[in-house]
């Protein structure tokens, strides 16, 4: 999948297959196959609200509304927000001013003192995308941490919930985090690896 972005950050739709060039391992290749889709997304963003994040989901959630303009009118955004636990804090919505609010609110409603269970989040995660998401929605989780976890990894168990419900992960990991031991990692396959 491609998204083409002008310089506002709006998608360009006009695009035609011969606007594209496709290589693999510098090698060109033909475009066996080219499509416009207009499939509606459902993205969870899972927020780690343990003792050192909260500079981290602040600058979220200034974000949100620049973020905000990538998605179209169908597209749908939901909240859930973990520590040693996860919960959902806003179920799936679409109206942009109720996004940004609901990351405000996370802001306003956790006390970002607890600590981190990261597989527990994603395996809840993928659980609500399973029941919540839309059957003809594309779905995402994007999840925020500083990849700490007090708890055993289960990346395989994971990439199997996530294929279950039918969802792709992208991780941001805090620039604190960089060079740490561990690491969200997901099998690669249909969620491609992390």
């Given amino acids: 999948d491609a998204q083409v972005l002008d310089r506002n950050r709006r998608p360009i739709t006009t695009l035609q297959k011969e606007d594209f060039l496709l290589r693999v391992g510098g090698e060109i290749r033909d475009i066996s196959s080219f499509a416009r889709e207009e499939v ?5 963003i899972l927020l780690d609200v343990s003792g050192s994040m909260r500079s981290h989901v602040e600058l979220m959630a200034q974000a949100t509304r620049e ?6 009118r ?9 520590d040693r636990r996860s919960r959902v804090s806003m179920g799936f919505r679409s109206d942009h001013d109720g996004i940004v609010a609901g990351m405000n609110r996370v802001l306003q409603d956790e006390d970002f003192n607890g600590g981190t269970d990261i597989t527990r ?3 809840d995660a993928a659980t609500y995308m399973r029941s919540n998401a839309r059957e003809d929605a594309r779905r ?3 999840i925020l941490t500083d990849d700490r976890t007090e708890r055993e990894r289960d990346v395989a168990g994971v990439g199997r919930a996530l294929e279950n419900a039918n969802t792709i992960l992208s991780a941001l990991i805090t620039p604190d985090a960089v060079g740490s031991r561990g690491g969200i990692r997901i099998p690669a396959g249909r969620n491609g690896g992390i």
């Fill in 140 to 142: 995402a989780i994007v």
């Fill in 74 to 82: 169908k597209d749908r955004v939901a909240i859930m927000v973990f």
């Fill in 67 to 72: 973020a905000l303009l990538v998605l179209s």
């Fill in 40 to 44: 509606p997304l459902d993205v969870l």
């Fill in 121 to 123: 989040a994603l395996y």
